[in-house]
């Protein structure tokens, strides 16, 4: 069965530094993988999308994203954190014929100033 | 992008009663929508699959009669707790398909407070 894994739960840095969010995903074919972002209360924001072609997949906000096959990963990145990147962040795989999204346990990013 | 909308927003209601939740796609028919239930600091967990025209499709340990999903068209897909207590208290968030884009775009969010 399709899972997803994000280890870090909590993660802080402060405001400009790099930010990388790790998801691991297992899956037998070749994954639809997703990275959302939700504010408190809110619903949630797809952020990129990766399907096939290049494995580094551009989004909105200044992430990005990139596939490695070989490590089974699909980690978000951004350069330069701002404190309004403060939220949950949830990986996904879609998978099956019904198209269902399989989430991560999501991580929760602090932005301290 | 495609917007769903979801109301209401919260609402509050007392043990016993029922609570409806729509799910509209504005811009775009979904044959297929979800809804999920989401615990405080917890991940989406998909309770259902509603198909426009046809029977929800359930995950397995989701009570079919307390949840009731209804797909009547092809941009509406409304939720029915019945007969709420507490422990149905929850955030629930819906997403339509778009098929066009192979991609899930997902409502605002309902709080669901059962006092």
């Known amino acids: 069965a399709q899972s997803v894994t994000q280890p870090d739960i909590h993660i802080t840095v402060s405001e400009g530094a790099s930010l990388e969010l790790r998801c691991n995903y297992s899956?037998?074919?070749?994954?639809?993988l997703f990275w959302y972002v939700q504010s408190p209360g809110q619903g949630l924001q797809l952020l990129l999308k990766?399907?096939?072609?290049?494995?580094l997949v551009q989004g909105i906000k200044g992430f990005e994203a990139e596939f490695k096959r070989s490590q089974s990963s699909f980690n978000l990145r951004k350069p330069s954190v701002h404190w309004s990147d403060a939220a949950e962040y949830f990986c996904?795989?879609?998978?099956?014929?019904?198209?269902?999204?399989?989430f991560g346990t999501g991580t929760r990013l602090q932005v301290t100033l | 992008g495609a917007v769903v909308s979801q109301h209401p927003s919260w609402v509050i209601c007392k043990s016993g009663t029922s609570v409806k939740i729509e799910c509209r796609s504005l811009?775009?028919?979904?044959?297929?929508m979800f809804w999920y239930r989401q615990f405080p600091k917890q991940s989406l967990m998909l309770m259902a699959t509603?198909?426009?025209?046809?029977?929800?499709?359930?995950e397995q340990g989701v009570e079919k009669d307390k949840f009731l999903i209804n797909h009547a068209s092809l941009t509406l897909s409304t939720l029915t707790v019945t007969s709420a207590h507490p422990e149905d208290s929850s955030f629930y968030i819906c997403?339509?398909?778009?098929?066009?884009?192979?991609?899930?775009?997902f409502g605002q969010g309902t709080r669901l407070t059962v006092v």
């Open positions: 997403s339509a398909l778009y098929q066009g884009a192979a991609e899930a775009f």
């Open positions: 899956y037998g074919a070749t994954p639809y």
């Open positions: 811009d775009f028919q979904a044959t297929t």
């Open positions: 996904a795989v879609l998978t099956g014929t019904a198209s269902k999204l399989t």
């Open positions: 990766y399907f096939s072609g290049d494995t």
């Open positions: 509603s198909n426009e025209g046809s029977k929800a499709t359930y």
